[in-house]
């Protein structure tokens, strides 16, 4: 018997696919909830098994906790139906394309070999060709980023917002697929940082620094001896923590030398950090996360780009 289960919704299910994990009905019998299984793993889920739930106009169901992987692949692979599934809400199709998203990513964090990857970069053109196709739906993956600093969620923030805010200071299809996927990315160098470093609180000591400081070149060298086909992702990756005042690493480059795209992963890397929940510090609101960055970091991001993206978060009632 199952532990625990998790809630999966009828819509990002599609007839006449093997799922991978058991389904199971929430049944209600004299006031008791129990589990009974619907459709098993390896079984194909039938359209007849579907139309019976849309008639009897249940939506909820449920896989065991142990099958949340097994459950996100299934929904990963059949990511486009579900994006332009209009019977799914955008909030629902949002929280899909997240929930996904952090657990993709944890596994090319776990495992960056070339399968991995991929899988992101089939991820990140799946969610630019959202973003294109249904800007107003997409939106709403702005308001479902995560306030628990995890570096797998924040990845995803930071790759939401910024294709968001990318698209709308009008980057072209292509260029924001490749952002996008160096976004989701940014970070795999630090993977090889000790924990101890990554999670301390409090200030670290210089030798501490020197070894954070190794993590955007370390990204691109996994990324490179995976052997993946990336090219316009490793500037990205590479200059993400240079400032405009020449003051960030690795290269200490001043705001004309550094690519227009590790200048928005720098803001909105500050940005998600301040606004996030993390083992040092309490979260910010948008508001004062922007009012911060205006007042003390205002050297570090091009105070152009920032201007654009205060009224990016502005037209959408933040
Ligand atoms: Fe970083």
């Not at 969610?127 to 196709?133: C, E, F, P, Q």
């Amino acid at each position: 018997m199952m532990s625990s289960y998790l809630p999966v919704t009828l819509s990002s299910i599609q007839a006449d696919t093997i799922i991978g994990c058991d389904i199971y009905l929430l049944v209600h019998d004299n006031g008791k909830g129990h589990y009974v299984l619907y459709c098993k793993g390896d079984t194909v889920f039938e359209n007849g098994k579907r139309e019976m739930l849309v008639r009897k106009n249940i939506d909820r169901l449920f896989i065991g906790e142990n099958d949340r992987k097994k459950y996100s692949k299934y929904v990963e692979l059949n990511l486009q139906n579900i994006l332009y599934n209009k019977n799914i809400r955008p909030n629902e199709r949002s929280q899909i394309i997240y929930s996904t998203a952090t657990n993709l990513i944890q596994d090319v964090f776990e495992y960056p070999v070339l399968r991995n990857i991929e899988r992101s970069k089939a991820f990140a053109y799946n969610m630019i060709d959202y973003i294109i196709r249904d800007e107003k739906a997409a939106y709403s993956l702005l308001k479902i980023t995560s306030h628990d600093y995890y570096i797998y969620t924040h990845s995803v923030n930071v790759a939401a917002i910024g294709s968001l805010f990318a698209r709308n200071i009008g980057l072209n299809e292509k260029d924001l697929k490749s952002f996008c996927t160096g976004m989701l990315l940014h970070d795999l160098g630090k993977t090889r940082i000790s924990p101890d470093i990554i999670n301390k609180k409090g200030k670290l000591t210089k030798d501490e620094y020197e070894e954070v400081k190794v993590h955007p070149a370390m990204g691109v060298k996994i990324l490179k001896e995976a052997g993946n086909g990336l090219k316009d992702e490793y500037v990205i990756i590479l200059q993400h923590h240079e400032n405009c005042d020449g003051s960030g690493y690795p290269y200490g480059l001043k705001k004309e030398e550094i690519h227009a795209g590790a200048k928005i992963v720098r803001m909105i890397d500050t940005y998600d950090a301040l606004s996030t929940k993390r083992s040092y510090s309490n979260a910010l609101m948008p508001y004062d996360s922007l009012k911060k960055i205006k007042n003390e970091m205002r050297n570090i991001v091009d105070l152009n780009m920032f201007k654009r993206f205060i009224r990016f978060l502005g037209g959408y009632g933040w």
